[in-house]
């Protein structure tokens, strides 16, 4: 049993070597999967993590050609013919949806868990004119077909593969595999501690520097113009802190940090951070946000892991985009940012597809005729017990 696939431009299997704007960019790593045990390396390469209990599937233009897509989902448990379906249903959807035409896939767990998905997709794949190049199942450290037949090259007892292969190519500077799906849901965890407690402090004191912007002008009953005053604030100090990441900087301090998250309630502020996410500053925006994410309280994560989510997918580290949203959805379930980029990921949109929604000047456009008579409480969400503002506090 052969199956041979190109990863190359088409998926995120190499990291970017920093340098000067000057440099070259290094080619494209290709990697060829000539046979299960390269495809079974190849797989967490892609995912960025070690898959359990998952269903992987590599979409393709025609067998043996280049990596278009590449799906994971966690198989149902308990199993169940029609739950199976459903997900063979998706897949098989996503690929027709891109014209591609082939596809091999990878289950990871026991018989139990892997066989009602693999009949289903086997059976949803033909009527959709998708040619299926082989299915495997992976349980420790033998891997199974369920296309091969031949008791020469697939035993019954299954075949052993060296499984830390996908390690060797880590090390050769070709990707960074992590041990599971949770371990990348640690790098945008919240921060615990005496940290989590300073920017908990942070944060209240952004909102109080709110709430004085807020007492400047409630006599005149001029809302809006508070809201254009904290709008120009948080454009401002979103701009800087951008501009300190791609020079390869940092936050210098939680109130720094604090402030990004309250400004960015403010849709003008996020929409115009979106705006700026340039892909060619990849690695600085993910480190930028990252950051953010982590330290945001409760109310403010949706924008920045939102924001995250983009830039990682604009990278291709689709799982680093996916925790992301889970983060942003836990802490506001109706966030329309999160809620689109969960659909056109899920989708299996490629990361070619992720583009600026528009300038900053044409988001700048586009709130100029704002409505001034925005109730600044309820678009902030402030806590209407917060005291006034103490000036040895502030910034």
Known sequence: ?????????????????????SDPEPPPVQLRADSPEALLA?????????????????????LGDRIKVTLRYDLPDPPGAGIAANLAEHAIGVLGSQQLTALVAVGYGSRALVDPVAEALRAAAGPAGIR??????????????????????CPAEGTLFAADRPAAFALAGTGEVLADRAA??????????IDAESMRQATRRAERHVRQLLARVRKSGRLGA??????????NAVGSMIGTYRS????????????????????????????????????????LWTDVTRRAQPGYVA???????????????????????????????QYSMAQLLRQVITAGTPPSLARLPMTPEEVAASYADADEEMDEDDEHGLDPDVDAPDPACEP
Do not use: K
């Not at 052969?2 to 920093?18: C, E, H, I, K």
């Not at 369920?146 to 020469?152: N, R, S």
């Not at 995250?308 to 942003?328: I, K, M």
């Open 1 to 21: 049993m052969t199956q041979a696939l190109a990863a190359g431009d088409d998926a995120p299997l190499s990291s970017p070597t920093p340098g000067s704007q």
């Open 42 to 62: 190849i797989v967490p390469l892609l995912l960025g993590f070690m898959p359990r209990t998952s269903l992987v599937l590599v979409g393709t233009e025609r």
């Open 132 to 153: 299926v190049g082989d299915i495997l199942r992976v349980e420790g450290r033998r891997y199974w077909s369920y296309l091969c037949a031949d008791e020469g090259c």
């Open 184 to 193: 990348v849901a640690a790098r945008v965890a919240p921060l615990g501690g």
């Open 226 to 235: 508070a809201r254009q005053m904290i709008a120009a604030e948080g454009l």
């Open 248 to 287: 390869g900087g940092r936050f210098a301090a939680d109130y720094q940090v604090a402030w990004l998250t309250v400004a960015l309630r403010d849709l003008r502020v996020r929409d115009d951070a979106w705006a700026r996410m340039d892909p060619e500053h990849a690695d600085a925006h993910q480190r």
């Open 303 to 333: 924008a920045p892991a939102s924001l995250l989510a983009f830039v990682a997918w604009q990278a291709g580290d689709g799982a680093l985009a996916n925790v992301a949203l889970d983060r942003a959805l836990a802490d506001e379930p």
